[in-house]
């Protein structure tokens, strides 16, 4: 009978399991790494009580432990923490995810996972405190964001801000589809695009050359009564004639962590970075008009470090675009798994979030908006709401009811109806106006500017 070859998912389990066996045979704590590659390693904090490399019990671990994850067996299987330069960089990494705790089993020691990948890690990052200069800037943005591409994410984003900028806000929308730029054509004629966007910032950000960047424009293709405002920050800039602009290579080089600019400096990462390039962008609006009321961000689709980012660090309200369809619930489901391995972000991340019905037939279907609100709701309680039957905890647990409209399983409807398919914005500039536009869109645009904190106060006249 031939060996049942491992695989990725089985070698990682098989390492979990020997974590495990060796956290409770040392009584120390472990930590398991997996690299670019998917190859595990086991860490184990022998500082205290240093192991010698001769133990017999540390070689049957180390044979053990490769044969269970080969080939995604680590160059070095075993690493011990008397013998690592920094390995503090292992033990106390921010991003560790706890696998098991020595409160559960005192005579052992704890377990913890630490991926180490070029992207992919900020979904079960935790959410870091704002710095003082971007506190309160959170609760202000929203993203909006779906699993599937292709549900009217874009056409949402531009319709939501002609409404608020409609209801008096300065609204500025920020493209962060950077492989699929889209919004930036609904909102501004390519001749007002700033010379520079989102993917500038990152790069000259890098180097410590962001400033003087232009980053926004104020929109004169989207109709807007009164006296508010919808400006735009795209994810690529219009360069001046003859000016040299490659965005790809831009984009190519954009997305990894990087090291501090001077000796000493702390790491930055993607997601540090892309918060200044926003806040930037904020920035620039404040000083020439007015602070905005509400950012909206429109994120990339899928399992994407633009959308992990935007949706864990950037936003204070998510709203989750969903269609009744097996795909988009088992592709949400794999991205609250990821929350619900670290409670606490579990617990950050639920309340702000918003599932919005995308593409909702309003005539011929009425039995179609249950159905989803079900489904939602299902994995809602799957994942990130409380165990409502444990009766453990002092605390009340969070597990709104099914019927509840505010609870965010609750699904927002935009209707969908013939004359969305073929619209041409570029033609009919005043098209978030026509009438079957407000009406696709009305309870959502509502449902949004009720969840939003009050716009900024008006400044006092000199």
């Known amino acids: 009978m031939s060996r049942v070859p491992v695989r990725f998912d089985t070698a990682w389990q098989a390492a979990l399991d020997h974590a495990r066996l060796a956290a409770a045979a040392f009584g120390m704590d472990i930590v398991v790494t997996r690299d670019v590659l998917g190859r595990a390693c086991l860490l184990i904090d022998d500082r205290q009580n240093p192991l010698p490399h001769d133990d017999p019990a540390v070689a ?52 913890h996972t630490l991926e180490r990948t070029v992207i992919g890690t900020d979904w079960a990052r935790n959410v870091p405190s704002p710095s003082p200069g971007t506190a309160g800037r959170r609760d202000r943005r929203v993203a909006l964001y779906g699993f599937k591409g292709g549900v009217g994410r874009t056409t949402a984003t531009a319709v939501l801000a002609r409404y608020l900028a409609g209801t008096g806000r300065c609204v500025l929308v920020v493209d962060l589809d950077l492989e699929s730029p889209g919004v930036s054509h609904l909102l501004e004629d390519p001749a007002g695009i700033p010379r520079h966007g989102i993917v500038d910032h990152l790069i000259e950000g890098g180097v410590g050359n962001a400033d003087e960047l232009e980053l926004v424009a104020r929109s004169t293709a989207l109709p807007v009564k009164g006296n508010g405002e919808v400006w735009l920050a795209p994810a690529g800039g219009s360069p001046l004639e003859g000016e040299p602009y490659d965005y790809l290579a831009k984009l190519n080089r954009i997305y990894s962590d990087l090291a501090g600019l001077n000796p000493g400096d702390g790491e930055r990462p993607f997601a540090a970075r892309l918060e200044e390039a926003i806040s930037a962008c904020e920035d620039q609006v404040t000083e020439l ?56 972000l579990a617990r950050e991340m639920r ?6 019905a995308a593409m909702f037939h309003s005539a011929g279907d009425a039995k179609r908006l249950p159905a989803l609100r079900d489904r939602a709701q299902e994995l809602f309680a799957d994942t990130l709401y409380d165990q409502v039957d444990t009766g453990e905890d002092d605390e009340e647990p969070y597990h709104p009811p099914l019927e509840d409209d505010d609870a965010p399983h609750a699904p927002v409807p935009i209707l969908f109806g013939n004359d969305l398919v073929g619209l041409d914005p570029l033609r009919s500039r005043d098209w978030p106006e026509l009438p079957f536009v407000e009406a696709a869109y009305r309870t959502f645009t509502t449902t949004v500017e009720r969840l939003l904190p009050p716009p900024h106060p008006a400044p006092e006249s000199s």
């Open 60 to 111: 049957t671990l180390r044979a053990a432990f490769t044969a269970g994850t080969k080939p995604f067996t680590g160059l070095e299987p075993l690493l011990f923490a008397s013998k690592l330069f920094a390995p503090a960089l292992y033990f106390d990494a921010n991003d560790r995810v706890q696998i098991s705790s020595r409160q559960a089993a005192p005579r052992s020691g704890s377990v």
């Open 289 to 344: 008009s007015r602070p905005p009321d509400v950012v909206l961000l429109d994120s990339r689709a899928g399992m994407h470090d633009i959308a992990a980012v935007t949706l864990t660090h950037l936003s204070g309200l998510a709203l989750l675009f969903a269609v009744d369809n097996p795909s988009t619930w088992e592709g949400y489901r794999m991205l609250f798994a990821q929350w619900q391995q670290r409670p606490a």
């Open 351 to 356: 309340e702000r979030l918003r599932i919005v």
